[in-house]
Nanobody, 127 residues
Framework: QVHLVESGGGLVQAGGSLRLSCAAS????????MGWFRQAPGKEREFVAT????????YYADSVKGRFTISRDNAKNTVYLQMNSLKPEDTAVYHC????????????????????WGQGTQVTVSS
């Protein structure tokens, strides 16, 4: 079992920055593919970014490419999402998610690929 806890959300003005953190329990963190998703009010949950378990390769949604950076620290069992140049449309609840890397057939951009989820952290960007 993997338990995920996000932190770092808050209120920021457009153009500002925030860094989200997601701490994972257990000794299996390095074997996990980690992802960030977000859900705005009245909208479906959408993929934001992912980082792979073995190579630390990263992939991003087009809407955040060049502005957001996902990274991981396996020694701290933590994944980060650095968000720069924030826009009002980035306002959402951000969720950390994970699945084990040996499920190689799963598509990282789909939320149903992920087995473990955090409770979410609110990010609000004012104009």
């Amino acid at each position: 079992q993997v338990h995920l806890v996000e932190s770092g959300g808050g209120l920021v003005q457009a153009g500002g920055s925030l860094r989200l953190s997601c701490a994972a329990s257990g000794r299996t963190f390095s074997s996990l593919n980690m992802g960030w998703f977000r859900q705005a009010p009245g909208k479906e949950r959408e993929f934001v970014a992912t980082i792979r378990w073995m190579t630390s390769s990263t992939y991003y949604a087009d809407s955040v490419k060049g502005r957001f950076t996902i990274s991981r620290d396996n020694a701290k069992n933590t994944v980060y999402l650095q968000m720069n140049s924030l826009k009002p449309e980035d306002t959402a609840v951000y969720h950390c998610a994970a699945y084990f890397g040996d499920r190689y057939y799963r598509r990282y951009e789909y939320d149903y690929s992920y087995d473990y989820w955090g409770q979410g952290t609110q990010v609000t960007v004012s104009s």
